[in-house]
């Protein structure tokens, strides 16, 4: 299925769709689908790891995919200790739970980049973590990747297939139930398969669940610290937060949401001395095999479109949501013209520092593109300081920014919901207060331009 449809084309002998993802993606779909056979995969060596998918483009490793290592290692930690403390076996602390990472794609010069990178830091971010049985992974751990024509533009078909079969769903490598049925119970080759709670991640991982057929629980925040291996998710737009369980010992497939597991950097000194985790290829034939059993749906046609930083604007942006400060307009902002102040005080942070968010009220009227929409429906974002402006704070934006550091609100109207999640609010009409406020950034920075 195709998530999250932009517009379709007119009739013709495909159908054409657009979708909203960190760019305009255009795909066809041929009218008559054939039924997928499933193909078997080698698998890699079990041990109650996790498969963790990487999120990359143009040969950079997406920051959210460490934060999905981060969350498949809480969680196989906070399950282990649940089974040591019922059994008598050795301690949790002591028994490593190694982590795959998957990195897939159609390029291999990008597809070895983002490999490369996720090698020093899942190695660098294991080895240096205070507990210890993530600790113990990092000499078990690697990266494995695949590489085929369908694999590439984040296309989920081929993808979930591919994850599918890794998780033991191929035919030949289970042997049992629909969809061979492999990862639930007890012999499932990974304990966890996580993917990054983006948009990449959202597309990809409920179909190879449903390939699996395992469930999976979307857009994880924490874990239960303690020892049961439980799960919380927002729901209600975030207005409530719920905690679940898987109830057997498969699989436990999960998209983890970025800004809830924060990962820093990796400092030099601690890449330096700890070794990258090994690169190994899937063989061509073995991918191919899964590819072949996927169905034949989507093929990629073209970008189109900006960036998450875009936005009609500069290149120097960062992602949304890795940026340490957003500035977000809404509605109130009228016009392009408007908008364009948003962008313009974005800026003034500096190259790399503050990326553009939007409302989806903004989104619709078109003063901003889809990708920047922060919400419920739009990203979710926690940087160090978000500056919403001629934002009311309704429910369903709110959701996507209030674990944002420091919250900065400019509204006219001193009642608006936003200021009951501002740290700072400012009443006032955003045309006088937002030339005040980029020239005193700019000072703050020493009047660089
Ligand atoms: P408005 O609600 O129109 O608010 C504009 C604000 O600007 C007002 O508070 C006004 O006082 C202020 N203002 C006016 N003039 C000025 C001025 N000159 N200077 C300063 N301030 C001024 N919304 C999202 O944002 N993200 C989502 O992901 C999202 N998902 C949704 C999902 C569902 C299922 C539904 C039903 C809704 C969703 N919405 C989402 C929409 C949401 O309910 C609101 O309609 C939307 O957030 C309102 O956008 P806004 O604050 O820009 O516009």
Same mark, same amino acid.
């Given at each position: 299925?195709?998530?999250?449809?932009?517009?379709?084309?007119?009739? %013709?002998?495909?159908?054409?769709?657009? /979708?909203?993802?960190?760019?305009?993606?255009?795909?066809?779909?041929?009218?008559?689908?054939?039924?997928?056979?499933?193909?078997?995969?080698?698998?890699?060596?079990?041990?109650?790891?996790?498969?963790?998918?990487?999120?990359?483009?143009?040969?950079?490793?997406?920051?959210?995919?460490?934060?999905?290592?981060?969350?498949? $290692?809480?969680?196989?930690?906070?399950?282990?200790?649940?089974?040591?403390? $019922?059994?008598?076996?050795?301690?949790?602390?002591?028994?490593?739970?190694?982590?795959?990472?998957?990195?897939?794609?159609?390029?291999?010069?990008?597809?070895?980049?983002?490999?490369?990178?996720?090698?020093?830091?899942?190695?660098?971010?294991? $080895?240096?973590?205070?507990?210890?049985?993530?600790?113990?992974?990092?000499?078990?751990?690697?990266?494995?990747?695949?590489?085929?024509?369908?694999?590439?533009?984040?296309?989920?078909?081929? /993808?979930?297939? /591919?994850?599918?079969?890794?998780?033991?769903?191929?035919?030949?490598?289970?042997?049992?139930? $629909?969809?061979?049925?492999?990862?639930?119970?007890?012999?499932? *080759?990974?304990?966890?398969?996580?993917?990054?709670?983006?948009?990449?991640?959202?597309?990809?991982?409920?179909?190879?669940?449903?390939?699996?057929?395992?469930?999976?629980?979307?857009?994880?925040?924490?874990?239960?610290?303690?020892?049961?291996?439980?799960?919380?998710?927002?729901?209600?737009?975030?207005?409530?937060?719920?905690?679940?369980?898987?109830?057997?010992?498969?699989?436990?497939?999960?998209?983890?949401?970025?800004?809830?597991?924060?990962?820093?950097?990796?400092?030099?000194?601690?890449?330096?001395?700890?070794?990258?985790?090994?690169?190994?290829?899937?063989?061509?034939?073995?991918?191919?095999?899964?590819?072949?059993?996927?169905?034949?749906?989507?093929?990629?046609? %073209?970008?189109?479109?900006?960036?998450? %930083?875009?936005?009609?604007?500069? *290149?120097?942006?960062?992602?949304?949501?890795?940026?340490?400060?957003?500035?977000?307009?809404?509605?109130?902002?009228?016009?392009?013209?408007?908008?364009?102040?948003?962008?313009?005080?974005?800026?003034?942070?500096?190259?790399?520092?503050?990326?553009?968010?939007?409302?989806?009220?903004?989104?619709?009227?078109?003063?901003?593109?889809?990708?920047?929409?922060?919400?419920?429906?739009?990203?979710?974002?926690? *940087?160090?300081?978000?500056?919403?402006?001629?934002?009311?704070?309704?429910?369903?934006?709110?959701?996507?920014?209030?674990?944002?550091?420091?919250?900065?609100?400019?509204?006219?109207?001193?009642?608006?919901?936003?200021?009951?999640?501002?740290?700072? %609010?400012?009443?006032?009409?955003?045309?006088?207060?937002?030339?005040?406020?980029?020239?005193?950034?700019?000072?703050?920075?020493?009047?660089?331009?």
């Amino acid at each position: 299925m195709i998530f999250d449809l932009l517009s379709l084309s007119p009739p %013709g002998p495909t159908h054409r769709f657009t /979708l909203a993802l960190a760019q305009k993606k255009i795909y066809k779909l041929p009218r008559a689908q054939t039924a997928a056979a499933i193909a078997s995969s080698s698998v890699p060596p079990s041990g109650q790891g996790a498969l963790v998918l990487a999120e990359h483009s143009s040969g950079q490793l997406s920051p959210a995919t460490l934060s999905a290592v981060a969350a498949a $290692s809480q969680l196989l930690s906070s399950a282990a200790t649940a089974s040591s403390s $019922s059994s008598s076996s050795s301690p949790a602390s002591s028994r490593p739970h190694p982590i795959t990472v998957l990195v897939a794609g159609d390029d291999a010069a990008g597809v070895a980049s983002a490999a490369a990178a996720a090698a020093s830091s899942v190695a660098a971010m294991l $080895s240096s973590s205070a507990n210890p049985a993530a600790a113990a992974s990092a000499s078990s751990s690697r990266i494995i990747t695949a590489i085929h024509p369908r694999l590439g533009h984040g296309l989920a078909e081929g /993808l979930a297939q /591919l994850v599918a079969d890794l998780c033991g769903a191929g035919s030949s490598s289970s042997g049992s139930g $629909s969809n061979g049925g492999g990862s639930g119970g007890g012999n499932a *080759p990974f304990a966890a398969v996580a993917a990054p709670g983006s948009t990449f991640g959202r597309n990809v991982l409920p179909r190879a669940a449903a390939l699996a057929s395992r469930d999976m629980v979307s857009d994880v925040i924490a874990v239960d610290p303690g020892n049961s291996g439980t799960l919380t998710r927002p729901v209600y737009a975030g207005a409530a937060l719920e905690t679940v369980a898987f109830g057997d010992g498969g699989a436990r497939f999960f998209t983890a949401r970025p800004s809830a597991f924060p990962v820093a950097a990796p400092d030099a000194s601690a890449s330096s001395s700890s070794p990258p985790l090994p690169v190994e290829a899937l063989p061509a034939s073995e991918v191919e095999a899964a590819i072949s059993a996927a169905s034949p749906a989507a093929s990629w046609l %073209g970008d189109s479109g900006g960036g998450s %930083g875009g936005g009609g604007g500069s *290149p120097d942006r960062p992602d949304l949501g890795a940026a340490r400060v957003v500035v977000a307009g809404g509605r109130a902002l009228a016009d392009t013209a408007g908008f364009a102040s948003i962008g313009s005080l974005a800026d003034a942070f500096g190259p790399g520092v503050a990326a553009v968010g939007a409302s989806r009220a903004a989104v619709d009227a078109g003063l901003a593109p889809n990708e920047l929409q922060v919400g419920q429906t739009g990203r979710s974002v926690a *940087p160090d300081l978000y500056v919403a402006v001629g934002i009311s704070g309704a429910a369903q934006h709110v959701a996507g920014m209030r674990a944002s550091k420091c919250i900065v609100a400019i509204n006219t109207d001193g009642d608006s919901p936003i200021f009951s999640v501002a740290d700072y %609010g400012l009443v006032g009409d955003w045309r006088e207060a937002l030339p005040k406020l980029e020239e005193a950034v700019r000072a703050r920075r020493g009047g660089a331009k």
